[in-house]
Structure formats: C-alpha cells, structure tokens
C-alpha cells in the first residue's frame, strides 16, 4: 500500500488566519485530490491537484479560499485562508496510483477554528 | 439523485460474527470502480477492497468481501468473524470512468460497532 504523510495532523486556528496543509507520498503520482470531512459528514471532493497546471477546483471551492500547490509528482500542498469556524474540518489527501486503480488517503488533517 | 446510497446510518453486531454493510450506486457509465473505506475514530481513510465493473468475480481482502450485483447495482461490503477493531464509520465510493481525471463519490457512510 502508499505511504501518504500529511502534516499537521491537527491544529487549533484563530480564526481569521491561514493554514497550510502538506501532503507527501512515497511515490510518484500523477493525479492526487484534496477532500473536507466536515463534523458527522461525508467526503467533499475540494480539488484534483495538478502537477505543472492550476488545480481543477469542484463547484462551491474556490482558489483564493483554497490555494493549491503542486510542484511535483511527490508533493501538494493545500492552504485554508481567512479561516471561520465553518471551515474546521477534516482535511484530507488521496492519491492514484498509476499502477492500478487504487485510491489512497493521507492520515488527515484535523482542523478546528475558534 | 444520489450517486452512493448507504442506508444504514449504524449497524450492530457481536465479536465473531458476520456482518453487511449495504451500498447501492447509481451510474451510466460502463465503466467504473468501487471502493470501500474505513475510517476508525482517528480520521484516517483506510482503503480496504476494490471492485471494478468489469472484475467477473467478486473481490475479497482477507476477512473483506464485496458482494456484488451488478444487475442490482448493489456493492455490499460483507465483514466475517468481527472484531472489537472492526468498529469504526464506513464509506462506500464510486469512481466513474476510467480517466485519471475521473475522483471519488463518496456515500454518507455507516457506523458499524462490534460488541463483545
């Protein structure tokens, strides 16, 4: 299985301020994709990571409220700007390998704004 | 309409026993993926078995198997012999296509808790 590493695992924000969230894998990927798991709900797809390209951002996401990196096949980094309490969340990484069709995620990144 | 169905918010079950966990998808793409997570109280995302529309048999994964019904359109996550560590929320996603561009649908998930 990957080795996906995100940091931080947790955090509490002021709310007003930015977070950036990092994202490692052991490998090199092509497609790697950004979720939110807000409190008691499911996986929202925010964006597809693209290395060399803006990131492909899902409807209700935005880049200046997301801002996304991508400058390798390694490595992605995702930053919650002017953060409110409805953005903590869960936040969390995946991956497609390009040997097969399995998806897998970083360990999360929980979020709490005050 | 919703593209992943899990209707069962929770599930009980008792250590050693077997246990399904609905998922039904909607999709008119012939060709797809679907997967199943678990996501212990942590946070994290753990993939545990995969099933492609094409696959003739049905996956298994160590104590996981997909029963699935593609007539149905169903993908039932069936665990046998649980265990206390089997506790945790489970989500049923679907992957539409075979693009790499294509990303997961997730369903609402389940909670399953094993008891002793």
């Known amino acids: 299985s990957a080795v996906i590493s995100q940091k931080p695992s947790r955090d509490i924000c002021q709310r007003g301020t930015s977070l950036t969230i990092q994202c490692q894998v052991d490998s090199q990927v092509t497609m790697m994709f950004w979720y939110r798991q807000q409190p008691g709900q499911s996986l929202t797809l925010i964006a597809t990571?693209?290395?060399?390209?803006?990131?492909?951002?899902e409807s209700g996401f935005v880049i200046d409220k997301f801002p996304i990196s991508r400058p390798n096949l390694t490595f992605s980094t995702l930053t919650v700007s002017n953060m409110s309490p409805e953005d903590s969340s869960i936040y969390l990484c995946?991956?497609?390998?390009?040997?097969?069709?399995?998806?897998?995620f970083g360990e999360g990144s929980w979020l709490t704004v005050v | 309409a919703q593209k992943i169905t899990q209707t069962q918010p929770g599930m009980f079950v008792q250590e050693k026993e077997a246990v399904t966990l609905d998922c039904t998808y909607d999709t008119s793409d012939p060709s797809y993926g679907l997967f199943w997570y678990k996501q212990p109280s942590s946070g994290e995302m753990i993939f545990l078995i995969y099933?492609?529309?094409?696959?003739?048999q049905n996956a298994t994964e160590g104590r996981y198997s997909l029963n699935f019904q593609k007539a149905r359109k169903s993908a039932n996550l069936v665990i046998s012999a649980s265990q206390l560590g089997d506790s945790a929320m489970y989500f049923c996603a679907m992957r539409e296509g075979n693009s790499g561009y294509s990303t997961l649908t997730f369903g609402k998930g389940t909670m399953l808790l094993v008891s002793p």
């Open positions: 990571a693209n290395q060399g390209s803006e990131a492909t951002y």
């Open positions: 099933q492609g529309s094409y696959d003739q």
């Open positions: 995946s991956v497609l390998y390009p040997s097969g069709n399995t998806i897998y």
